[in-house]
T-cell receptor
Framework: NAGVTQTPKFQVLKTGQSMTLQCAQD?????MYWYRQDPGMGLRLIYY???????DKGEVPNGYNVSRLNKREFSLRLESAAPSQTSVYFC????????????FGSGTRLTVV | SQQGEEDPQALSIQEGENATMNCSYK?????LQWYRQNSGRGLVHLIL?????REKHSGRLRVTLDTSKKSSSLLITASRAADTASYFC??????????????FGQGTILTVHP
């Protein structure tokens, strides 16, 4: 099925560990995004990539890095995980200028202990 | 900072009733979108309304936009238990370097009782 695929679905990290969240889309979208969702906070943008080869900071980029590996893939890396990064992470993609919204992945639930 | 503020935070109704959720925002927008999120799942796009539109329909959904008041409402008619979910508004800012980016509200939790 066409869409956005995120891996892993669940992860538990110890403080200070690193990990990479993977995201891939097969809709040939140019733009991709990483959001985090915390209770009562809605979704907050971490990083985005308007097109292949470009990345920009969003609202809450501290503690994260991203890589737009190619048009399909956009990964999010936590270099040294902290308990404050416990959250649900969503990847999304879109085609700017088209009259439809984002397509979201199913999320990664990350717990940092 | 959150662009959208949603009201109410939670809404509980009976099947067959209508549900209305409101969203207010702060800055000029290019478009406003509504999304649904079922528990433990990703967000699903419902409807998009552009800044030059005032009303839009999609099935049982009706969205209105009042740019003078910087507000929007989502009406779900004849609600069903399957409509139970969280609903988010999201805005795309007009112009500038906000190309493609959406800013989400905190959401309204809708519970529809059978």
């Amino acid at each position: 099925n066409a869409g956005v695929t995120q891996t892993p679905k669940f992860q538990v990290l110890k403080t200070g560990q690193s990990m990479t969240l993977q995201c891939a889309q097969d809709m040939n979208h140019n733009s991709m995004y990483w959001y985090r969702q915390d209770p009562g906070m809605g979704l907050r943008l971490i990083y985005y990539s308007a097109s292949e080869g470009t990345t920009d900071k969003g609202e809450v980029p501290n503690g994260y890095n991203v890589s737009r590996l190619n048009k399909r893939e956009f990964s999010l890396r936590l270099e040294s995980a902290a308990p404050s990064q416990t959250s649900v992470y969503f990847c999304a993609s879109s085609e700017p200028g088209q009259p439809y919204g984002y397509t979201f992945g199913s999320g990664t639930r990350l717990t940092v202990v | 900072s959150q662009q959208g503020e949603e009201d109410p935070q939670a809404l509980s109704i009976q099947e067959g009733e209508n549900a209305t959720m409101n969203c207010s925002y702060k800055t000029s927008i290019n478009n406003l979108q509504w999304y649904r999120q079922n528990s433990g799942r990703g967000l699903v796009h419902l409807i998009l309304i552009r800044s030059n539109e005032r009303e839009k329909h999609s099935g049982r959904l009706r969205v209105t936009l009042d740019t003078s008041k910087k507000s929007s409402s989502l009406l779900i008619t004849a609600s069903r238990a399957a409509d139970t979910a969280s609903y988010f508004c999201a805005t795309k800012s007009a112009g500038g370097t906000s190309y493609g980016k959406l800013t989400f509200g905190q959401g309204t939790i809708l519970t529809v009782h059978p």
